[in-house]
C-alpha cells in the first residue's frame, strides 16, 4: 500500500521569502503522479502543482516548484517570493497512474503553513 | 461557469441517524469522486463515480454508498452514523479523459452528536 508521510505538521516564514515544505512517499510502483494540494480556510482543495513520475523535469507554477527525487522518493514543495495569501493547509498526494480520470489521491497529513506581514 | 457545488455547507445530525450529502460537478466533467477528511488528517478517498456507476472504492463499509444521475451531479449517502463519522466531505470532479485534474468543491461539514 501506498503512503504519504508530510513531517513538518506546522511552518511559518516571512512575506516575501522563501519556504520548502517536505514530503516522502512509500510505493513499489513505477508510474504514479505526485501533487501538491492548497486548502485553505475556505475549505476548498486547490491544486497548486503536479509532478508525473516518469519526467525527470521537476514541475514549476510561477512562484511554486519542486524538487522531486524519485529514487528517495522525495518531493518537496518551494514557495519563492511568500505571500500572505499562501497562508493555508498544505497536502502532499499521490495518484497511481492507470490512465484515464484522476480518481484515488492518497494524501499526508498536511503541513499548516503561515505567512507572516 | 461554476465550479463544484456542495451541499449541504453544515449539517449536524444524531447517531443513528441517515444522511444524504450533494454533488453538482464542474461543467463538462462526468466523473465524481468522494473524500472524507477528518478534523487534522488528510482527506481519504471514499469512491469514484462514473457513468452512474461505481468505478473505484477506498476502505469504506458499506454504510457509505452513493449514486451519480444522468446528468452526473452524486449523492453520497451514510447510514447509521457513527460519532466517528463527523467530518468533512469533500466532493471533487474531472472528465474521463486522460490526465484530467480533480477540482473539489468546497466540502459539507457534518457533524454527529
Known amino acids: 500500500a501506498q503512503t504519504v508521510t508530510q513531517s513538518q505538521p506546522e511552518m511559518s516564514v516571512q512575506e516575501a521569502e522563501t519556504v520548502t515544505l517536505s514530503c516522502t512517499y512509500d510505493?513499489?510502483?513505477?508510474?504514479?503522479?505526485l501533487f501538491w494540494y492548497k486548502q485553505p480556510p475556505s475549505r476548498q482543495m486547490i491544486l497548486v502543482i503536479r509532478?508525473?513520475?516518469?519526467?525527470?523535469q521537476n514541475a514549476t507554477e510561477n512562484r511554486f516548484s519542486v524538487n522531486f527525487q524519485k529514487a528517495a522518493k522525495s518531493f518537496s514543495l518551494k514557495i519563492s517570493d511568500s505571500q500572505l495569501g499562501d497562508t493555508a493547509m498544505y497536502f502532499c498526494?499521490?495518484?497511481?497512474?492507470?490512465?484515464?480520470?484522476?480518481?484515488?489521491?492518497?494524501f499526508g497529513k498536511g503541513t499548516k503553513l503561515s505567512v507572516k506581514p | 461557469d461554476a465550479g463544484v457545488t456542495q451541499s449541504p455547507t453544515h449539517l449536524i445530525k444524531t447517531r443513528g441517524q441517515q444522511v444524504t450529502l450533494r454533488c453538482s460537478p464542474k461543467?463538462?466533467?462526468?466523473?465524481v469522486s468522494w473524500y472524507q477528511q477528518a478534523l487534522g488528517q488528510g482527506p481519504q478517498f471514499i469512491f469514484q463515480?462514473?457513468?452512474?456507476?461505481?468505478?473505484q472504492r477506498g476502505n469504506f463499509p458499506d454504510r457509505f454508498s452513493g449514486h451519480q444521475f444522468p446528468n452526473y451531479s452524486s449523492e453520497l449517502n451514510v447510514n447509521a452514523l457513527l460519532l466517528g463519522d463527523s467530518a468533512l466531505y469533500l466532493c471533487?470532479?474531472?472528465?474521463?479523459?486522460?490526465?484530467?485534474?480533480?477540482?473539489f468543491g468546497n466540502g459539507t461539514r457534518l457533524t454527529v452528536t
Open positions: 471533487a470532479s474531472s472528465d474521463s479523459s486522460y490526465n484530467s485534474p480533480l477540482h
Open positions: 510505493t513499489s510502483e513505477n508510474n504514479y503522479y
Open positions: 509532478q508525473e513520475a516518469y519526467k525527470q
Open positions: 498526494a499521490f495518484m497511481m497512474n492507470y490512465g484515464g480520470s484522476q480518481g484515488n489521491l492518497i
Open positions: 461543467s463538462g466533467h462526468d466523473t
Open positions: 463515480y462514473y457513468e452512474e456507476e461505481e468505478r
